[in-house]
Every structure is written in structure tokens, then in C-alpha cells.
């Protein structure tokens, strides 16, 4: 595969495209169809300084045709429209295609800054390269040196937590000392902010790139659809946004697929023939959100069940929520599909977004209502879940090993009365949460610790959250809920270890971080996800 | 210096001695308080703090199979393990740290224990002064075992 064109070479593109699409929307007038020009001016000069010469004849092809429109001599036509968005469609990939190998792409350091992608917004053209145009500067930095920044601010965090945990500072006459290295400590904590505003970009080029998918393969299936997006400004970790397009591509082609009926069945149904897929982000607290909706059919239920009960995923005498009917459609290999489509192949791709998204640190939910449609929610850490950093999380003991659960996954903690508790045989217990029976895991038990049993009324609970479902992790005791810095294992010498996904430095020694999703598959509570 | 010279460094595992390519070291240190990972292959008793680094660390004597597993008052011996991905850092449990030598690879001679517990995992014997075998231990062997005992592990004690 071809590396992916740098950043210089890209913006501009998704700039351009940007810019089209709100003309396109009627956003601004037609003349400002000259400030598009300028953006194919930056991206030709950037090809040109990358030694990619060729690709200067088919961009001045679309500039003039920009300018043309700007100065009202071609009317900004649908036909034109079209044209132009598929031509910046063609040079998007000559580009990948022209591009040179890794590694021996020329020096990117000396081109000219592009404007991160942010639209055109008409009151504001941006600046022609190179000229002083209002704004914020924006410099252009090697992803790899951001990286390595990251590296290092993570090094001082953790030597830091090192030595601000020594004894000597609990002594009165160092107080002068800790105070100092609070403050050190508070100034790491700025310092990561920074670093990290540093490495989120806005989702809006990720979703145009998908707006276009969408559209061709809606057109393929022969859907009349629009496809639209809001919360575009929200920002993710620019790692997480070019690992998020294999999911949202499942997704979307999920809804255009089985989500949205033919123009003939929405007729019949009472509904606009033309349907809708909307893209849309949000940010809550330490939450993204990208959701992918459709106003489709919605999911049926019973045909889900059916289907589940035949691959014998569920129990036929239990009663399920729609929750959890909904999750069954994520489950590997399951397909509700009549006929087997073009697009969604043999049905697979939800399980394929669902850990994706897993990998990610993230989830996926469903909401659906029967003929109004369905909505896929991935729900994310606005950062990489690295392997190494410093997380909050909640300190467990079980014998004599402690654990940290990460705070995302908890729900809350509790300490059990015997009335809670219901055994339901062998190893299985429950617990009554608020009138809900939750089913527990034995920590000691799944990550066989060499401990003496402890009757559960004696131990404590952490709730959470694991593929859709509570449960609950039972612990000897809790030691508390702090922010811990995490090292990543090093997955060579422990390929086999998924429950584990990092190691805390808690000062006086280590203690594992557990991958919540994992201890719950492998105490029997989830199926073994892949 | 003759290019098949070596440094290497010695040390003894269940009354055996082995040696490993000096440049491979990354430092020797005293016993540390090692944290236990779940799911673990058995002869990675568990990893060390090493001045804010996780260093998984091998039972080499249970690794082996020889004498002397589990044993509290070992050594640690930090190495490198070769890999085509970068190397990364092992710490192995030794009983004792031996020397520091130069040696003549080119006097190494294959192992002759084929068979043997432990064989798979000497690159060559070394003769000693006083007729005792060295053995130059294969650290990527080492490592390589790693993941077939992971995977043998996961198959028959947990059924995933």
C-alpha cells in the first residue's frame, strides 16, 4: 500500500472540497468561488516542492475553471458542480498514486503552511500561501517530532510521580521541597493539555472523505440518499481519526445497505423517498461521540432473534431488552440480511467496527426504533488509550496482588450485604443492584491469584461496564481511585495476555491494569471477542 | 582483534554455565520485586520496575528446565533481545554472574546434547579452562519460546 500523502499536500485538497460542498449547499456566492482557487495554488505549489510535478497541469485544469466561475463566466451549474468535485476526487488519487515510496519523500519542512482543514468560510478566505494573512499562524510539524514530544512529557510525568512519592518528602523539613514539586507536577499536568490540544484535529475531513463514500456507494445500490454531517469541528486525536474511517466506512455502508430502504419501499411507507445518513460528532467531558444515523427501516427485533436463536446466541426462554437484542447484531459473523449484497459482502463489518472500535478504547452503541431508523455510537477517549501515560484509575486489592480498573470502564463501587448476593451454583453468583441481578467475576478466580477464598459479602465490587453489559468485579478491597502512570507491556514477551493491558507504577511497586472487556470474556460473562 | 572474538558475559544457572554476547547486556542488577501478569507464560515469573521501565523478566532455570527455579536470591540480567521489530529488553534470573571474557567464537562448537531439556536454546558450546562447557545461550530462541508457550497455555488452561 501507498503511504498516505503528507498533510501539505492533503489540506488543501480537503479544503478545496470543503468550500464546494457549501457552495454547493447555496452557503456563499458564487464569486467566492475565486477564493477556491487559491487553495488549488497552495496545493499546486506543495506538489511542486514534494517533487511532484505532474500533478501541476490537472490542478491548473480545475483552477481554471474555479476562476471562470469566480468571475461569473461559467454559471455554477450542478453539471459543474459534479465535474469539479470529482476532479478534485482525481487529483486526490493521482496523488496517492504519483506518491513515492516511505521514506523517500523529499524534505516537507521548507513548503509552504496550509491552513489546518477548516472550510471556507466566505466573510474569512484564507490567506494565499506564504503571504501574511490574519488568523493564527500555523506552523508545520513532523508528526514523528510531536510524537517523540509526547514520549519525553510522558518520561517526566512518570519520573516525576516517581519522585513526588518519595518518603523523605512526608518529613517536616522537606515541606518546602514538596511544595515545589506540586507545583512541578501541576505544570506536567498543563503540559499534557497543551501537548494533547496539539495532537487533536477536527473530524471535518474525515467526514467529507466519508460524505463521498457514502455517496458512491448509495449510488451503487441504488438508494437516493443525502448524506450530511454536523459537529465536524470536534476534535480527536489526529491518530484516532485516521484509525476511525475503516469503522465509519462499515458502518455506513451497514445503513445504506440494510438501513435505508429503496425510494419504491419508502413511498410505500409513507416516507421521503429520499433518505437520510447523517454523520455527527460531540464532545461530552472526556467523550466523543460519532454517530452514524439513518432514517431507515430500523432493526427488527424479532428477525434479529430469530437469526441469533439459530446461530444459538441466545436462550429461547429468556427474555431480552432491546439493548441487548440490538448488541446481537455486532456479535462475529451474524447477518440478518435476506440477500447477500455487494456492499456488505457476507454480512460482516459491524463486529469488524465494534473492535475496531474496541482497540481504540472505545465502544459501540446502537439506538434504533422500528420505521424511524437507527443510530450507531461510537463512543471514544478524545486521546489514544496509550499504552503508556498516566490514567485515573481504581485501585483494587485481590490477595496479596493489586489491580487498577480503569476509571472509564467503572460504574461505581460497592460493598455487598449478604442479602445482595444470590450463588447460583458452581461459580456463578449474582448480585441484586437496585432490583437488578448483575452477574460478578471472581478477580482472584479469572486472573488466577493464589489466594484463599473470601465469601463475597466480605469482598468489594467494582461495577462496570463491559460490552454493553454491568458487571461485577469482585476485589478483596478497594485501596483507592488515583491517577496512575501506566507502561505498556511489552507484548513480545506476553503475547498470549489480553486481561492485561498495562502496567501501573505505584510508586512502592507495579500493579497490572486490567482491559475491562477482556477479564469480563474471559470469566465467561461476554463472548471471547476477537 | 580477531573478528570471531567476543566479549561475553558468564553466569550459572542450575549448576550449568552460560554466557551471552557482552553488547546484548544492558546492565546487571540485584534481586527486585517482581509483579506477577496474569495469564503469563509460567516461566515469566512477572515484570521489575527498572528506574520507571517495565522489564519482563524470565525464570531462566524454569525456562531451561534445569535446577533452581524460583529461587528469591537471584540476579537479574537485563538484556536485548534481537528482534527484527527493534529489540527489547528481557530481564533472566540467574544464580550468579560470573565474568566478563573474551572468547573465540570461532572455537565454538555446535551443541552436542541435541535432545537435551535446555539444547534448543545454546547457539554453541564453549570449552572452559577447566573442561566444564559454556554455553552461548540464543536469546532469539529464548524469546521465540515465549509465544508457543503462550499460545499452548491459552489453548489448555483457560479453553479461549
Same mark, same amino acid.
Given at each position: 500500500?501507498?503511504?498516505?500523502?503528507?498533510?501539505?499536500?492533503?489540506?488543501?485538497?480537503?479544503?478545496?472540497?470543503?468550500?464546494?460542498?457549501?457552495?454547493?449547499?447555496?452557503?456563499?456566492?458564487?464569486?467566492?468561488?475565486?477564493?477556491?482557487?487559491?487553495?488549488?495554488?497552495?496545493?499546486?505549489? $506543495?506538489?511542486?516542492?514534494?517533487?511532484?510535478?505532474?500533478?501541476?497541469? /490537472?490542478?491548473?485544469?480545475?483552477?481554471?475553471? +474555479?476562476?471562470?466561475?469566480?468571475?461569473?463566466?461559467?454559471?455554477?451549474?450542478?453539471?459543474?458542480?459534479?465535474?469539479?468535485?470529482?476532479?478534485?476526487?482525481?487529483?486526490?488519487?493521482?496523488?496517492?498514486? +504519483?506518491?513515492? %515510496?516511505?521514506?523517500?519523500?523529499?524534505?516537507?519542512?521548507?513548503? =509552504?503552511?496550509?491552513? #489546518?482543514?477548516?472550510?471556507?468560510? %466566505?466573510?474569512?478566505?484564507?490567506? #494565499?500561501?506564504?503571504?501574511?494573512?490574519?488568523?493564527?499562524?500555523?506552523?508545520?510539524?513532523?508528526?514523528?517530532?510531536?510524537?517523540?514530544?509526547?514520549?519525553?512529557?510522558?518520561?517526566?510525568?512518570?519520573?516525576?510521580?516517581?519522585?513526588?512519592?518519595?518518603?523523605?518528602?512526608?518529613?517536616?523539613? $522537606?515541606?518546602?521541597?514538596?511544595?515545589?514539586?506540586?507545583?512541578?507536577?501541576?505544570?506536567?499536568?498543563?503540559?499534557?493539555?497543551?501537548?494533547? #490540544?496539539?495532537?487533536?484535529?477536527?473530524?471535518?475531513?474525515?467526514?467529507?472523505?466519508?460524505?463521498?463514500?457514502?455517496?458512491?456507494?448509495?449510488?451503487?445500490?441504488?438508494?437516493?440518499?443525502?448524506?450530511?454531517?454536523?459537529?465536524?469541528?470536534?476534535?480527536?486525536?489526529?491518530?484516532?481519526?485516521?484509525?476511525?474511517?475503516?469503522?465509519?466506512?462499515?458502518?455506513?455502508?451497514?445503513? +445504506?445497505?440494510?438501513?435505508?430502504?429503496?425510494?419504491?419501499? &419508502?413511498?410505500?411507507?409513507?416516507?421521503?423517498?429520499?433518505?437520510?445518513? &447523517?454523520?455527527?460528532?460531540?464532545?461530552?467531558?472526556?467523550?466523543?461521540?460519532?454517530?452514524?444515523?439513518?432514517?431507515?427501516?430500523?432493526?427488527?427485533?424479532?428477525?434479529?432473534?430469530?437469526?441469533?436463536?439459530?446461530?444459538?446466541?441466545?436462550?429461547?426462554?429468556?427474555?431480552?431488552?432491546?439493548?441487548? *437484542?440490538?448488541?446481537?447484531?455486532?456479535?462475529?459473523?451474524?447477518?440478518?440480511?435476506?440477500?447477500?449484497?455487494?456492499?456488505?459482502?457476507?454480512?460482516?463489518?459491524?463486529?469488524?467496527?465494534?473492535?475496531?472500535?474496541?482497540?481504540?478504547?472505545?465502544?459501540?452503541?446502537?439506538?434504533?426504533?422500528?420505521?424511524?431508523?437507527?443510530?450507531?455510537?461510537?463512543?471514544?477517549?478524545?486521546?489514544?488509550?496509550?499504552?503508556?501515560?498516566?490514567?485515573?484509575?481504581?485501585?483494587?486489592?485481590?490477595?496479596?496482588?493489586?489491580?487498577?480498573?480503569?476509571?472509564?470502564?467503572?460504574?461505581?463501587?460497592?460493598? /455487598?450485604? =449478604?442479602?445482595?448476593?444470590?450463588?447460583?451454583?458452581?461459580?456463578?453468583?449474582?448480585?441484586?443492584?437496585?432490583?437488578?441481578?448483575?452477574?460478578?467475576? &471472581?478477580?482472584?478466580?479469572?486472573?488466577?491469584?493464589?489466594?484463599?477464598?473470601? %465469601?463475597?459479602?466480605?469482598?468489594?465490587?467494582?461495577?462496570?461496564?463491559?460490552?454493553?453489559?454491568?458487571?461485577?468485579?469482585?476485589?478483596?478491597?478497594?485501596?483507592?481511585?488515583?491517577?496512575?502512570?501506566?507502561?505498556?507491556?511489552? %507484548?513480545?514477551?506476553?503475547?498470549?495476555?489480553?486481561?492485561?493491558?498495562?502496567?501501573?507504577?505505584?510508586?512502592?511497586?507495579?500493579?497490572? *491494569?486490567?482491559?475491562?472487556?477482556?477479564?469480563?470474556?474471559?470469566?465467561?460473562?461476554?463472548?471471547?471477542?476477537? | 582483534?580477531?573478528?570471531?572474538?567476543?566479549?561475553?558475559?558468564?553466569?550459572?544457572?542450575?549448576?550449568?554455565?552460560?554466557?551471552? @554476547?557482552?553488547?546484548?547486556?544492558?546492565?546487571?542488577?540485584?534481586?527486585?520485586?517482581?509483579?506477577?501478569?496474569?495469564?503469563?507464560?509460567?516461566?515469566?515469573?512477572?515484570?521489575?520496575?527498572?528506574?520507571?521501565?517495565?522489564?519482563?523478566?524470565? @525464570?531462566?532455570?524454569?525456562?531451561?528446565?534445569?535446577?533452581?527455579?524460583?529461587?528469591?536470591?537471584?540476579?537479574?540480567?537485563?538484556?536485548?533481545?534481537? @528482534?527484527?521489530?527493534?529489540?527489547?529488553?528481557?530481564?533472566?534470573?540467574?544464580?550468579?554472574?560470573?565474568?566478563?571474557?573474551?572468547?573465540?567464537?570461532?572455537?565454538?562448537?555446535?551443541?552436542?546434547?541435541?535432545?537435551?531439556?535446555?539444547?534448543?536454546?545454546?547457539?554453541?558450546?564453549?570449552?572452559?579452562?577447566?573442561?566444564?562447557?559454556?554455553?552461548?545461550? @540464543?536469546?532469539?530462541?529464548?524469546?521465540?519460546?515465549?509465544?508457543?508457550?503462550?499460545?499452548?497455555?491459552?489453548?489448555?488452561?483457560?479453553?479461549?
Amino acid at each position: 500500500m501507498s503511504p498516505a500523502p503528507p498533510p501539505a499536500l492533503l489540506a488543501p485538497l480537503e479544503e478545496l472540497e470543503a468550500a464546494l460542498l457549501e457552495l454547493e449547499a447555496g452557503a456563499w456566492p458564487a464569486a467566492a468561488a475565486g477564493q477556491g482557487a487559491q487553495r488549488l495554488e497552495a496545493f499546486r505549489q $506543495n506538489a511542486r516542492e514534494a517533487g511532484l510535478a505532474e500533478m501541476e497541469p /490537472p490542478a491548473q485544469g480545475v483552477a481554471l475553471l +474555479l476562476e471562470l466561475a469566480g468571475q461569473g463566466r461559467l454559471e455554477l451549474s450542478p453539471e459543474l458542480m459534479d465535474l469539479l468535485l470529482s476532479q478534485v476526487d482525481f487529483l486526490r488519487r493521482l496523488l496517492f498514486l +504519483l506518491l513515492p %515510496p516511505e521514506g523517500a519523500a523529499p524534505d516537507q519542512a521548507h513548503g =509552504p503552511a496550509a491552513a #489546518a482543514p477548516s472550510g471556507l468560510p %466566505p466573510e474569512a478566505p484564507a490567506p #494565499a500561501p506564504g503571504s501574511a494573512g490574519a488568523g493564527p499562524k500555523v506552523l508545520k510539524v513532523e508528526a514523528s517530532r510531536l510524537d517523540a514530544l509526547v514520549e519525553l512529557i510522558g518520561e517526566l510525568a512518570i519520573s516525576y510521580s516517581i519522585g513526588a512519592r518519595h518518603e523523605a518528602l512526608q518529613q517536616e523539613a $522537606n515541606q518546602g521541597l514538596a511544595e515545589s514539586l506540586r507545583e512541578t507536577g501541576e505544570i506536567i499536568d498543563r503540559l499534557e493539555r497543551q501537548v494533547a #490540544a496539539i495532537r487533536r484535529v477536527p473530524l471535518r475531513g474525515l467526514f467529507l472523505r466519508m460524505q463521498r463514500v457514502a455517496a458512491g456507494l448509495a449510488a451503487g445500490l441504488g438508494k437516493v440518499v443525502e448524506v450530511g454531517f454536523s459537529g465536524a469541528d470536534t476534535e480527536l486525536d489526529k491518530d484516532l481519526v485516521e484509525e476511525l474511517a475503516d469503522p465509519l466506512v462499515h458502518l455506513i455502508r451497514n445503513a +445504506l445497505d440494510h438501513g435505508l430502504e429503496s425510494p419504491a419501499q &419508502r413511498h410505500a411507507a409513507g416516507k421521503n423517498p429520499q433518505g437520510r445518513l &447523517r454523520l455527527s460528532a460531540s464532545r461530552r467531558e472526556d467523550v466523543v461521540q460519532v454517530e452514524v444515523s439513518d432514517d431507515g427501516r430500523g432493526l427488527d427485533r424479532e428477525r434479529i432473534l430469530a437469526k441469533a436463536a439459530e446461530q444459538g446466541l441466545v436462550q429461547p426462554e429468556r427474555e431480552y431488552g432491546d439493548q441487548e *437484542v440490538h448488541r446481537l447484531i455486532l456479535q462475529p459473523g451474524f447477518s440478518t440480511a435476506a440477500a447477500v449484497s455487494e456492499v456488505s459482502g457476507r454480512g460482516v463489518g459491524l463486529d469488524v467496527a465494534a473492535s475496531a472500535l474496541a482497540r481504540l478504547g472505545g465502544e459501540l452503541d446502537i439506538a434504533s426504533r422500528p420505521g424511524r431508523g437507527t443510530s450507531f455510537i461510537m463512543r471514544l477517549p478524545p486521546h489514544r488509550a496509550a499504552a503508556d501515560g498516566i490514567s485515573d484509575g481504581v485501585v483494587v486489592e485481590v490477595g496479596p496482588e493489586t489491580y487498577v480498573i480503569p476509571s472509564l470502564h467503572v460504574l461505581e463501587l460497592i460493598s /455487598p450485604r =449478604p442479602e445482595d448476593l444470590a450463588g447460583l451454583g458452581g461459580d456463578s453468583e449474582l448480585l441484586n443492584l437496585r432490583g437488578s441481578h448483575r452477574p460478578l467475576l &471472581r478477580l482472584a478466580r479469572v486472573l488466577e491469584v493464589e489466594a484463599p477464598p473470601r %465469601p463475597a459479602d466480605q469482598s468489594v465490587v467494582v461495577m462496570v461496564e463491559a460490552g454493553g453489559r454491568l458487571v461485577g468485579l469482585v476485589a478483596d478491597s478497594f485501596r483507592g481511585q488515583q491517577q496512575v502512570v501506566v507502561r505498556g507491556l511489552e %507484548p513480545r514477551a506476553f503475547p498470549g495476555v489480553r486481561v492485561v493491558k498495562g502496567c501501573a507504577i505505584l510508586g512502592e511497586g507495579l500493579a497490572m *491494569v486490567l482491559d475491562v472487556e477482556a477479564v469480563a470474556a474471559a470469566g465467561g460473562c461476554l463472548r471471547a471477542a476477537a | 582483534m580477531d573478528s570471531a572474538t567476543a566479549s561475553l558475559v558468564t553466569f550459572a544457572v542450575g549448576g550449568q554455565h552460560y554466557a551471552v @554476547d557482552s553488547r546484548r547486556v544492558r546492565e546487571i542488577t540485584g534481586r527486585h520485586a517482581l509483579a506477577r501478569v496474569p495469564h503469563a507464560p509460567d516461566s515469566l515469573p512477572g515484570v521489575m520496575n527498572l528506574r520507571g521501565a517495565v522489564v519482563p523478566v524470565m @525464570d531462566l532455570a524454569r525456562r531451561l528446565e534445569v535446577e533452581g527455579g524460583g529461587d528469591p536470591e537471584h540476579n537479574v540480567l537485563i538484556v536485548e533481545v534481537p @528482534d527484527p521489530e527493534g529489540p527489547w529488553s528481557l530481564g533472566l534470573l540467574v544464580r550468579e554472574v560470573l565474568d566478563v571474557r573474551e572468547a573465540d567464537l570461532s572455537r565454538a562448537q555446535p551443541a552436542p546434547e541435541l535432545g537435551r531439556r535446555g539444547a534448543r536454546f545454546t547457539s554453541g558450546l564453549l570449552r572452559e579452562e577447566d573442561g566444564g562447557a559454556l554455553r552461548l545461550l @540464543d536469546l532469539r530462541a529464548l524469546a521465540d519460546s515465549l509465544r508457543r508457550e503462550a499460545e499452548r497455555q491459552s489453548c489448555t488452561a483457560r479453553g479461549m
